[in-house]
Nanobody, 120 residues
């Protein structure tokens, strides 16, 4: 099994910054992509940003220019630096990883989420 543990959420004021971290542990042979999704109350879960093992990144339009995703492959860790936070960024942020524990099948895993609240 694989576990994803997020940290770094909290309550900040609009315009401030937060850095989220997520560590994957367990039976990991390879990870081909890690990322962050978020879900606000009453809304569907949506993509924030992803990063492949090769370093290719993808961002939601709503966070481009304000957020930076990075990873440390040796530590199976992904980070999300969020700047110039807005009230609409308030959500539970979930870490995601596609992990191979043997063979060539990459299974999706999710963390339990970390709350990010932006006060205006």
């Amino acid at each position: 099994q694989v576990q994803l543990v997020e940290s770094g959420g909290g309550l900040v004021q609009a315009g401030e910054s937060l850095r989220l971290s997520c560590v994957a542990s367990g039976r990991i042979v390879s990870i081909n992509v890690m990322g962050w999704y978020r879900q606000a109350p009453g809304k569907q879960r949506e993509l924030v940003a992803t990063i492949t093992s090769g370093g290719s990144t993808n961002y939601a339009e709503s966070v481009k220019g304000r957020c930076t995703i990075s990873s440390d492959n040796a530590k199976n860790t992904v980070y999300l630096q969020m700047n110039s936070l807005k009230s609409e960024d308030t959500a539970v942020y979930y870490c995601h990883a596609a992990v191979a524990s043997g063979g060539y099948y990459f299974r999706p895993y999710w963390g339990e989420g970390t709350q990010v609240t932006i006060s205006s």
